[in-house]
């Protein structure tokens, strides 16, 4: 017995608004999927690459320059969190008690975290960088941690039909 | 044809991927990070060709080929592993072809982008206008080839095994 989440009410809700017919229509949940992974290489692509040019490669590649493409990482995420959401709400039973969904979420709050603490302590001595000049150590930190929670929630994605059956793993219900 | 996949399926190996609790997730968790670093790697250069962040040079980016290598050598080992599982699954379909024609054709045009744009843009020159449509198609590329991929799970209609 869950007191946290109604999944039942959930997916109630998901049929009501129509979400739950869209993705359970011959070619909804293909779509999604595609939009996900859209998503996803936009992310990586963008985010992704600017981490990789603050841990040192590409050197000569002006970070200032590499971070006006980050908008499209913003786009990508966004296109990620629709569908997944999607996905969740149209059988929230299959994810809401999934630890490959809790690890993914638990890893995107952490990119979001190690993203505001790029913009608020690191951002501006990384614009005022000459294109040759190497990140400092903590900005290679920080572009480590972020791939690497990119990195991981594209793993715990993958994992989501590993534990099945889902419920089996929810951490805070009772005993039925 | 589907005796050699027959042949494929009853291997070893290809029992090993299909039956082992780990082996199947592992090589699809390989597969994904090797088509995003290799796929990202692509996106960023597209669009740049295609004109956005012009204030970086060009052919810097070639940095990031070791990157698109890494990614590429891991999606292909991890697609032979996963491939090995299933063959006839993936080898009747048609959208396996797609994907592959996709992903091939972007990856060439990469390569021909840094052999004929990178210079030109570390020698000061313009590029041709049509660059940017080139960009834009390599773009389309590399997306193509995550829509075949996806599509693969949803158009299989030959599986010898389970």
């Known amino acids: ?176 | 044809m589907n005796d050699v996949f027959a042949a494929i399926e009853q291997s070893p190996f290809s029992i090993w991927m299909r039956e082992d609790f780990y082996a199947y997730f592992i090589a699809l968790i390989f597969h994904s990070i090797g088509m995003a670093l290799l796929i990202g790697g692509g996106v960023v250069i597209s669009l740049r060709v295609m004109g956005l962040a012009s204030q970086a040079r060009l052919e810097r980016f070639a940095g990031f080929f070791p990157a698109m290598w890494a990614g590429a050598g891991l999606a292909v080992v991890s697609g032979l592993a996963l491939l090995a599982a299933y063959p006839a699954k993936a080898l009747t379909n048609p959208v396996f072809g797609f994907k592959f024609a996709s992903l091939i054709a972007a990856s060439l045009i990469v390569r021909w982008m840094a052999r004929r744009f990178f210079p030109m843009e570390a020698a000061g020159e313009p590029l041709p206008p049509w660059s940017r449509w080139l960009g834009a198609l390599t773009l389309v590329l590399w997306l193509g080839g995550v829509v075949f991929g996806k599509l693969l799970l949803h158009t299989a209609t030959v599986l010898m095994v389970s």
């Open chain 1, 1 to 176: 017995m869950d007191p946290i989440f109604n999944p039942d009410a959930i997916e109630q809700w998901a049929k009501d608004v129509g979400i739950f017919g869209v993705m359970n229509s011959q070619w909804g949940w293909p779509i999604a999927e595609i939009i996900h992974f859209f998503g996803i290489c936009f992310l990586i692509g963008t985010v992704g690459m600017f981490d990789l040019r603050m841990m040192g490669l590409a050197r000569g590649v002006s970070m200032k320059a590499l971070h006006r493409l980050v908008p499209f990482g913003v786009a990508g995420y966004l296109l990620c969190a629709t569908t997944g959401f999607m996905f969740i709400v149209s059988a929230p039973g299959q994810y809401l008690y999934n630890p490959a969904i809790q690890t993914k979420l638990s890893l995107m709050a952490l990119a979001g975290i190690n993203m505001a603490v790029f913009y608020l302590t690191t951002s501006r001595a990384i614009s005022a960088l000459e294109p040759e000049e190497p990140a400092p150590m903590r900005a290679r930190l920080i572009g480590f941690i972020s791939l690497a929670c990119w990195l991981g929630v594209i793993t715990a994605g993958r994992l989501v039909t590993f534990y099945r059956p889902p419920e089996f793993w929810c951490l805070w219900c009772a005993p039925a």
